[in-house]
């Protein structure tokens, strides 16, 4: 049981350039998470999805798009990567909603824009 | 809005000794609250939640309601406890508010 399995786990673009990076999940779990981690500024929602097929914008959205085409893999994309992208990205799942459900999260794609 | 401070960006204690990670949140409605541990460069892990009122690695963690605050805490305090601690607030059922996290170094 892997949990929740993010790739690539480094990279490093240039100004102006597109990746993607998938969050895969073999939980089964309805909602994923896509966060970015900065030093003093905690972990800031990106966006999110609760179930297949499904999107929503986190806190900040802008400059990224998503999809959930399949309920275990959740894609993030940046379509022309900025310097202010460089950060560390987590992806999470859970289950549902609810007190007992917490997140389970990935590794981490710690993102470098030159 | 709902929002979760962490006033403390970084705790350092002594070994052995008493150890207070204060959380406040704002939030309209019964709060579901729970506490996060990341250690150095790995993944969050989820460590109470408040509902479960358990303890884990000796760490509690109590929420009042009164004082908008779920402080985590623990008696003595261990080297290996020194980690990036997140308060973390279920927004809703959809997502969860984090907020700014603490640093604690546990010296020896």
């Known amino acids: 049981n892997a949990g929740v399995t993010q790739t690539p786990k480094f990279r490093v673009l240039k100004t102006g350039q597109s990746m993607t990076l998938l969050c895969a999940q073999d939980m089964n779990h309805e909602y994923m998470y896509w966060y970015r981690q900065d030093p003093g500024m905690g972990l800031r929602l990106i966006h999110y999805s609760v179930g297949e097929g499904t999107t929503a914008k986190g806190e900040v959205p802008d400059g990224y798009n998503v999809s959930r085409l399949k309920k275990q893999n959740f894609l993030l994309g940046l379509e022309s990567a900025a310097p202010s992208q460089t950060s560390v990205y987590f992806c999470?799942?859970?289950?549902?909603?609810?007190?007992?459900?917490?997140?389970?999260f990935g590794s981490g794609t710690r993102l470098t824009v030159v | 809005a709902q929002r979760v401070t962490q006033p403390e960006k970084l705790l350092s204690v002594f070994k052995g000794a008493p150890v207070e990670l204060k959380c406040n949140y704002s939030y309209s409605g019964s709060p579901e609250l729970f506490w996060y541990v990341q250690y150095s460069r790995q993944r969050l892990q989820l460590l109470l939640r408040?509902?479960s009122r358990e303890s884990i690695k000796g760490f509690t963690a109590d929420l009042n309601k009164g004082e908008t605050s779920f402080h985590l805490k623990k008696p003595f305090a261990q080297e290996e406890d020194s980690a990036m601690y997140y308060c973390?607030?279920?927004?809703?059922?959809?997502?969860?508010?984090f907020g700014p996290g603490t640093r604690l170094s546990v010296l020896p």
């Open positions: 973390a607030l279920d927004n809703y059922g959809q997502n969860f508010v």
């Open positions: 999470a799942s859970r289950p549902g909603t609810g007190e007992f459900y917490g997140y389970t």
């Open positions: 408040h509902i």
